[in-house]
């Protein structure tokens, strides 16, 4: 992950969102609170930052989020309708009006031949909107989770422009 590339694309994230009055949360599988550090790591970001959710158990996907469990059962935690879904729940439950999610299988274990390890599914909502992309991402754990994050960011700042 190309730090200094992250923390300007998040800074200009950030003022857009503090200049429309607008706040961001996450909800986070795979990256296990990464965006959200990442997105903190920025000063002033509690201007616009609501806060996150650390949704690595189905369980949390549904009780905090409200990932309908047949959804889950359905089409598996990584999958468009669960990140829809995740992304939509933290705008409700953190009162924000941006929100970005990601669900994904860093590895090194858990890929199947249908989602092999570096599949993630990564949704950004706001109020009467969402949109959804599938990656699937190479390296070791740690290079999935930082191109998800990357990806994650990137994705914000078309959507907070």
């Given at each position: 992950?190309?730090?200094?590339?992250?923390?300007?694309?998040?800074a200009e994230i950030g003022e857009c969102l503090r200049v429309q009055d607008h706040l961001l949360?996450?909800?986070?599988?795979?990256?296990?609170?990464?965006?959200?550090?990442t997105l903190t790591d920025t000063p002033g970001s509690s201007e616009w930052f609501a806060g996150s959710v650390v949704a690595y158990a189905n369980e949390v996907k549904?009780?905090?989020?409200?990932?309908?469990?047949?959804?889950?059962?359905?089409?598996g935690a990584v999958s468009e309708p669960v990140v829809i879904a995740m992304a939509q729940g933290a705008l409700k439950a953190?009162?924000?009006?941006?929100?970005?999610?990601?669900s994904g299988i860093a590895g090194p274990g858990g890929g199947t031949p249908d989602k092999p390890v570096g599949t993630v599914w990564i949704a950004w909502a706001w109020p009467g909107g969402n949109r959804a992309r599938q990656y699937n991402f190479q390296g070791t754990r740690d290079q999935i989770k930082g191109?998800?994050?990357?990806?994650?960011?990137?994705?914000?700042?078309?959507v907070t422009k």
């Open positions: 992950m190309d730090t200094y590339l992250v923390a300007r694309a998040v949360a996450t909800a986070e599988s795979c990256t296990g609170g990464l965006i959200a550090s549904t009780k905090l989020l409200g990932v309908p469990e047949t959804t889950l059962e359905q089409y953190l009162g924000a009006d941006v929100s970005v999610a990601v191109q998800t994050v990357m990806a994650a960011v990137n994705g914000l700042l078309g």
